[in-house]
């Protein structure tokens, strides 16, 4: 980790694509503010991450600076479709509490979806898409 980084053009690239499949998704109560910083609690952690809370519709989606492989439109593209999915599935993974269960198959419905959308999914990137993942 640390041997790419993402600039700015990239957040845009980034933001735009998430601009896109909140639309495409349904998304557009909440209100995402997309920042371009790793993740503090897992500075080794993911090309992008989200927090959310659905009480109050709001959400930070953040591109990742360090990231594990080479930066593409494509992957940008894709990381923002990773976290929308995220996003999508929030209120209901709240339900699932901390089940690492519901996780796992959180993740598993992403990949497939993923694979739906793009052909492939990210995490066949070498992006490590495990369970710290957010
Ligand atoms: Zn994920």
């Known amino acids: 980790m640390g041997t790419y980084k993402t600039t700015a053009k990239d957040v845009k690239v980034f933001a735009r694509a998430v ?15 997309v920042q371009h910083k790793n993740d503090e609690d897992d500075p ?3 090309a992008a991450w989200v927090l959310s809370d659905h009480e109050t519709l709001v959400c930070t989606m953040a591109l990742a600076v360090d990231w594990p492989l080479p930066v593409t439109k494509e992957l940008l593209e894709m990381s ?9 599935l929030a209120p209901l993974m709240d339900y699932a509490g901390t089940s690492k269960h519901a996780r796992q198959e959180e993740h598993r419905l992403i990949v497939a979806l993923e694979r739906m959308q793009f052909g492939k999914a990210l995490s066949e990137h070498g992006e490590t898409d495990g369970e710290s993942e957010d």
């Not at 923002?80 to 999508?88: G, I, N, S």
């Open 44 to 46: 080794d952690g993911d």
């Open 80 to 88: 923002a479709y990773h976290e929308c999915l995220h996003l999508l």
């Open 19 to 33: 601009k896109k499949w909140q639309a495409k998704m349904g998304l557009g109560r909440w209100a995402i503010f």
